[in-house]
């Protein structure tokens, strides 16, 4: 049946009908199945054209061609993709692909951008319930340590503390003002009455 092509990528065949091979005219894929004089293209023994490339990445250019879509297993790399998709001459997943490479490295930018900032507070054992509850303005508690339990019962000394609370800040190389990294109406009243004492 001459709907059905047979390909040999790398290697590996793959069974397709000529109307998805021809989806994209200005293709390799549709110049091979016009049979273009210009472009000379091997068989193998079983009639399927061979084509020296890599077999992983022809898949999704395949199904791509297929219905539209890109699915891309996460263990192959986008660039791969994105050279076979040059290769094949394939102008919209081109397009495709070095947008989302585009935004997978915006959001890398984001993500380095941010800062973890974090703060020790040393509290007594019934302050704790109280700080813990009216953290605000984007802190975050991580850890609590214990640091002189008072197991002797019927003395006034309470355990102590050391509370560790994180916030995320842009990082100082991303384009921010000084105002973020003003300190919050809170943390300026704890700075002022430490400066008191």
Known sequence: NTQWVKLNVGGTCFLTTRTTLCRDPKSFLYRLCQEDPEL???????????????????GPILNYLRHGKLVINKDLAEEGVLE????????????????????????????DARKHVYRVLQC?????TQMVSTMSDGWR??????????????NDDHAEFLCV????YPSSSS???????????????????????
Do not use: W
Not at 141 to 154: C, D, H, P, T
């Open 40 to 58: 000379d293209s091997d068989k193998d023994e079983t009639g399927a054209y061979l084509i020296d490339r890599d077999p992983t990445y022809f």
């Open 84 to 111: 076979e998709a040059e290769f094949y001459n394939i102008a919209e997943l081109v397009k495709l692909v070095k947008r989302l490479i585009q935004e997978r490295q915006q959001n890398h930018r984001a993500r």
């Open 124 to 128: 007594h054992e019934d302050e704790l």
């Open 141 to 154: 508690f991580e850890q609590l340590i214990n640091i002189g339990s008072s197991y002797n019962y019927g």
């Open 165 to 168: 609370v994180s916030r995320e």
């Open 175 to 197: 384009h921010t003002t000084d105002r973020e990294f003003e300190p919050t109406d809170r943390a300026q009243l704890i700075q002022q009455k430490a400066a008191r004492m």
